[in-house]
């Protein structure tokens, strides 16, 4: 009986990425036991480890640019080796947090996809250095090659470089990650903490997670162990295809890795190739996905599917083509779209100058647009710390759980915003309040409450005195310094 039971459970089973393939209780079995280690001598050779020299100031918390500390969310598993001169690793004592160190050399990996030498890698591995190293095997006499950067995307946190080298050079073999089904089997190559040419597996945890610093794209999760020196490496089907690069973990945990879905990188390569950097559409706009509650709100069919606009940046060309905040795109350029990531692909993936319409819900009636896309802006200064100043006792304070102040050209520069802003900071946030429960951060600038401007904290708690829910549009600057603009639902009932 038990024979039978196991002959039951295995008929169930069908495994269509590997050599497993059970169709009946009375088919054999055919298992390849050996899969991950013909995957690896395949691909392996196309995987090289890298080694960067920095002479100038590095930062020893951070990792040689890697991401943040560990602490953060997410960090950049770039593994960076500060040296006194010594042959041993520095201390914060001897060199201090962003002291010139002599040499301060990094490593990660990087994977062929050219024969002429080129290799895809994450820009946080050779940014900032002064010398890049390329190693082809763990064989110990080799002699580093070096290597020069041929374009870089900050944007996507890609870095395409180049070795001149007589060696015969195999390129990987670059997959689709939008077929890529959530538990499929995964391998992962990297150079983790320096010890080489390593390999683990594991599966696709999930698609499309977000991160703070990842704006224009969406994450590949992985169970796949990846550690620091990991970074740049590939993440592989059981084809032995690339379908991510690996960028980063969850310092919290073990068995949280991320990667850069290489279709991303499939589309922006030309651009690297051609002129070492890409040039994205952008229509000046920040945009939420539209949940049910902000859809009831703004009068909008129930089965609308669409992104939410959070702010329209003025002189720009969604503000010239006449689209506002709470306007509803569902859209862009003859494409659907359903969610804030599909307007930002679809808005970058236009060429600069060209012209495309735009469709939108404003107050449940449908508009068209027609608007010119312009070169997306480059990044801005890092943010400032939050402002942290005493409690206040304001009419509204005991509804929302919110302590707020008015925005001083002070506290703006502080906090990373333009000058002349408008609006009130968050200070404080009481635990399990309406205002904790909506999300809301220390530091949040309010710049509306139910669409209308906010300019003080008289303006700001006057307006919360019903116990009803209300729209608050937010300003928040996020780790990379951007200004992202969200609407919430702040329920006082």
Not at 6 to 11: C, G, R, V
Request: hydrophobic content about 40%; charged content about 25%; glycine content about 10%.
């Amino acid at each position: 009986m038990m024979k039978n039971f196991f002959l039951l459970i295995a008929a169930a089973l069908t495994f269509t990425q590997g050599s497993l393939a059970i169709t009946s209780a009375d088919a054999a079995v055919d298992f390849n036991p050996n899969i991950f280690v013909d995957l690896a001598k395949k691909v392996v050779p196309s995987v090289v480890n890298i080694q960067t020299v920095s002479k100038g100031h590095r930062s020893f918390r951070n990792g040689g640019g890697g991401g943040g500390s560990q602490d953060d969310l997410f960090r950049k598993f770039f593994e960076d080796f500060l040296r006194n001169g010594t042959g041993r690793r520095a201390t914060p004592d001897e060199d201090g947090e962003g002291a010139p160190a002599p040499e301060g050399m990094a490593l990660g990996t990087g994977f062929i996809i050219d024969a002429s030498g080129l290799i895809l890698t994450n820009n946080h591995v050779v940014n900032g250095a002064d010398e890049i190293k390329i190693i082809f095997t763990e064989d110990l006499d080799e002699t580093p090659t070096e290597a020069k950067v041929v374009g870089r995307d900050p944007d996507l946190d890609l870095a395409l470089i180049k070795v001149e080298t007589k060696k015969k050079l195999t390129p990987v073999a670059l997959g689709d990650s939008d077929a890529l089904q959530v538990g499929e089997y995964v391998m992962a190559v990297g150079n983790p903490f320096g010890q080489g040419h390593s390999v683990t597996h594991g599966i696709i945890s999930a698609k499309g997670r977000r991160s703070p610093d990842f704006a224009l794209a969406s994450y590949l999760q992985t169970d796949a162990p990846i550690n620091p020196g990991n970074s740049g490496g590939p993440l592989l089907n059981l084809k032995g295809e690339v379908i991510g690069i690996n960028n980063a973990i969850d310092a919290r945990a073990q068995g949280i890795g991320f990667a850069i879905p290489i279709n991303f990188a499939k589309s922006v390569l030309t651009q690297l190739k051609s002129t070492g950097t890409v040039s994205r559409g952008y229509i000046g706009i920040q945009v939420n996905d539209l949940n049910a509650e902000i859809a009831q709100r703004v009068n909008a069919p129930k089965d609308i599917r669409g992104c939410f606009v959070a702010h329209v940046y003025p002189g720009e060309p969604a503000e010239k083509a006449g689209l506002r905040p709470y306007d509803i795109i569902t859209e862009f350029n003859a494409k659907k779209v359903t969610s804030a990531n599909d307007l930002i692909l679809a808005v970058t993936a236009i060429s600069v100058g060209e012209t495309v319409k735009v469709k939108a819900l404003r107050s449940g009636k449908e508009k068209l647009f027609e608007l010119k896309v312009a070169l997306r802006p480059s990044s801005k200064p890092d943010p400032r710390s939050r402002s942290k100043s005493a409690p206040k006792e304001e009419p509204g304070k005991a509804l929302s759980g919110l302590d707020v102040e008015e925005v001083t050209p002070e506290s703006a520069k502080e906090l990373g915003l333009r000058p002349n802003v408008k609006g009130v900071v968050v200070n404080d946030i009481r635990f399990e309040s309406p205002g904790d429960k909506a999300a809301l951060m220390r530091g949040d600038l309010i710049v509306e409450v139910d669409r209308k401007p906010v300019k003080n904290e008289s303006d700001f708690y006057s307006l919360l005195r019903a116990k009803k829910s209300y729209l608050i549009r937010v300003l928040r600057i996020d780790e990379g310094g951007n200004e992202t603009f969200q609407v919430v639902v702040l329920d006082l009932k």
